[in-house]
């Protein structure tokens, strides 16, 4: 088997995923796929045009019936913890602040509220290295400049397997402007997770984190063919 040197976060990581076309699905089934000790908090972002007439109450039960975690909608100055899966309130960005929730309606220019690029950037500039930002299934580019500001401060980057996405175009945007470190399909993304969080779950996780390692290195090298 191939080496490739994988790389892990700085001890107590925090998980900034976001999804667009096909997310519902994508979302539900990660969150359902995550053990009930899950060691790190979560931030899943299904992102929506600005004044949108989604309501974030079905995506929280959608969520809240398929995972042990437990799964909120925070309130502005929560602090961030361990085990809970956050989501935005309805037509606002989701940022984080000295390790607390905060919303805004700015960058009102934005065509998504709440946007994945502003989550993804917020939780770089706030936990750096400890960052980790996921790209699933979606169209167009929201949360590209989210994963190279991830890189930029030393977090890792994830994104789906484009030919396992609902929608490919999202993660091969993340592909083509980003070189994530690991990538690939969803049914072994909680693997990752666990792995990175060095959270023993499954005996294949190790082999999980070494497979989508060496998948994102044959990846670049292609890209610079």
């Known amino acids: 088997m191939t080496e490739v040197e994988g790389r892990y976060p700085a001890i107590n990581p925090v998980f900034f995923i976001g999804a667009s076309a096909g997310g519902v699905k994508a979302l539900t089934y990660l ?4 053990p009930d000790d899950f060691p790190a908090p979560l931030f899943f972002l299904l992102h929506r045009r600005r004044k949108s007439n989604t309501k974030k109450e079905l995506m929280l039960k959608i969520l809240q019936n398929a995972s042990a975690l437990r799964v909120v909608v925070p309130e502005e100055g929560d602090v961030v913890k361990s085990g809970v899966i956050y989501l935005p309130r309805e037509d606002m960005h989701i ?15 934005e065509e998504w509220r709440p946007s994945i690029n502003y989550l993804f950037k917020s939780g770089a500039r706030e936990y750096q290295n400890r960052a980790i930002a996921v790209l699933l299934t979606g169209k167009l580019n929201d949360g590209v400049e989210g994963l190279k500001e991830t890189t930029y401060q030393g977090g890792i980057t994830i994104a789906q397997s484009p030919d396992d996405a609902y ?14 470190a690991f990538v690939l399909p969803l049914k072994d993304m909680a693997k990752l997770f666990c792995e990175l969080a060095q959270h023993p779950f499954t005996e294949d996780q190790k082999q999980v984190w070494q497979d989508s390692a060496l998948a994102a290195n044959q990846i670049k090298q292609k890209l610079r063919e």
Not at 167 to 180: G, K
């Open 31 to 34: 969150a359902s796929a995550l």
């Open 95 to 109: 940022g984080i602040d000295d390790n607390r929730i905060m919303y805004s309606e700015l960058p009102d220019d």
């Open 167 to 180: 929608e490919p175009y999202l993660p091969l945007n993340a592909l083509l402007n980003d070189h994530p």
